[in-house]
């Protein structure tokens, strides 16, 4: 059984940094590509960064330059660091971990609290 938890979350001011973990207990972590969602009361779940098995990265335009997403496969744990904090960045944050083999499987988080404040 798959499991991701996410730590990190809290309340900061605007301009602030956060660092959200995710520790995965997947077999073969690095076959993984790991995301974080994010998702604001009324909104949808949105992709806010993901990192592929071979580290490629991709961003949403609205956190490029800001946020930066790593990930340490000896600890089976993918990191994302948010500098900068807005408002408009507070939302539930959501970790995901997606796999190809034959069939594509993918899982979710709890999920993490992020609260900017002006």
């Known amino acids: 059984q798959v499991q991701l938890v996410e730590s990190g979350g809290g309340l900061v001011q605007a301009g602030g940094s956060l660092r959200l973990s995710c520790a995965a207990s997947?077999?073969?972590?690095?076959?993984?590509?790991m995301g974080w969602y994010r998702q604001a009361p009324g909104k949808q779940r949105d992709l806010v960064a993901s990192?592929?098995?071979?580290?490629?990265?991709n961003y949403a335009d609205s956190v490029k330059g800001r946020f930066t997403i790593s990930r340490d496969n000896a600890k089976n744990t993918v990191y994302l660091q948010m500098n900068g904090l807005k408002p408009d960045d507070t939302a539930v944050y959501y970790c995901?971990?997606?796999?190809?083999?034959?069939?594509?499987?993918?899982?979710w988080g709890q999920g993490t609290q992020v609260t900017v404040s002006s």
């Open positions: 995901n971990a997606e796999v190809w083999d034959v069939f594509r499987y993918d899982y």
């Open positions: 997947v077999s073969i972590f690095r076959r993984y590509t």
């Open positions: 990192i592929s098995s071979g580290r490629s990265t």
